[in-house]
């Protein structure tokens, strides 16, 4: 009858230290959700729209709202209509940020921030990137430098659709055109040429 009683209080003893220590956890710092590897793809009738791809993916949750930090990065790949891939964003951390009652939520690329369109053979870097999915837009009030065919952009802040199709740079400065001309090119004034004399 001894023992029993000294195995029961033993018992007693180790649960009430385990529920001292889980007392301690913050639940809000805690994830309680880890995703390694992470590989999504979202289509849409049957046609690939996105891809996106992540080391890791911890969920986040407390009373007003729900986030997802992706602390080893993130790789964004868009598709366009036709399937062709058109659109990359790489960074070395993201997050996802959601309020529980639905009034705002938007996506976050932090660190060494490249976003390139491929068919219109532009890069953007900048430190910072914010999308806004109702708007349907991509933004940063960052430094930004944007290199294509045409030359070269910085400034502080931009603005563009999510495809980075159409992008904006506002406070531009030191930037620079590329202007392509073909120094063997023969140009005939048709209007003003005699031609060749005649012999008479």
Request: hydrophobic share 40%.
């Amino acid at each position: 009858m001894i023992a029993t009683a000294t195995a029961v209080a033993f018992v007693v003893f180790s649960c009430k230290r385990t529920l001292d220590e889980a007392e301690k956890i913050d639940l809000t710092k805690t994830p309680f959700q880890r995703v390694e590897q992470m590989f999504v793809v979202q289509t849409k009738n049957g046609n690939l729209q996105m891809r996106v791809e992540a080391g890791l993916m911890e969920r986040y949750e407390n009373d007003t709202a729900s986030y997802e930090l992706f602390p080893e990065g993130m790789e964004v790949y868009a598709y366009s209509e036709d399937g062709a891939l058109e659109t990359m964003l790489l960074s070395d951390k993201a997050r996802h940020y959601k309020q529980k009652n639905g009034l705002e939520e938007y996506w976050a690329a932090f660190g060494n921030v490249v976003v390139q369109n491929i068919i219109k053979q532009e890069t953007l870097e900048t430190d910072t990137l914010y999308w806004d999915q109702a708007r349907k837009e991509i933004y940063t009030d960052c430094y930004v430098r944007m290199f294509s065919n045409d030359g070269f952009m910085q400034g502080y802040g931009m603005r563009s659709d999510e495809r980075a199709r159409n992008t904006t740079i506002f406070k531009p400065f030191n930037s620079y055109g590329v202007v392509v001309q073909d120094s063997t090119k023969v140009v005939i004034d048709s209007v003003n040429f005699i031609g060749p004399l005649l012999k008479k």
